[in-house]
């Protein structure tokens, strides 16, 4: 599959007044969004917890969360971001995606809507 990227904002809560807004990779493989650490840490997001992830080389890591909301596509949602590396490329997990009624179209590799949210 090609690269799907769409602009996205992650907003500490409680502090609307920073943000941090970039072009995020869509990636269907992650369960929660990422951002690098340093972008993470001007907007004043807290850090909640940690969790262990499984990377795509198969190595798993452990990495501290916050939780924030998350805009994209003009929908608006709630969820773990991923204090990621320095230099990492900020990714945007299915959790939000399908939390909005968002799926990617394999067939031409864009982000669709869904008619309505599955609650089956």
């Known amino acids: 599959m090609g690269l799907t990227k769409v602009t996205t904002k992650v907003t500490p809560f409680g ?19 990422l951002v690098p ?5 001007k907007i004043g997001l807290r850090r909640e917890g940690k969790m262990s992830y499984e990377l795509a080389n198969g190595e798993v890591r452990e990495y501290a969360y916050g ?13 773990r971001v991923i ?31 869904l008619p309505a949210i599955p609650l089956k």
């Open 83 to 113: 204090f990621g590396e320095p230099d990492c490329e900020p990714l945007l997990g299915v959790t939000a995606l399908e939390s909005v009624g968002i799926m990617v179209d394999p067939t031409n590799k864009t982000l669709r809507r």
């Open 67 to 79: 939780l924030a909301r998350i805009e994209f596509m003009g929908e608006i949602t709630a969820g």
């Open 37 to 41: 650490v340093g972008e993470l840490e």
């Open 15 to 33: 502090n609307g007044e920073k943000s941090y807004e970039a072009v995020f990779l869509v990636d269907t493989g992650a369960a929660d969004t």
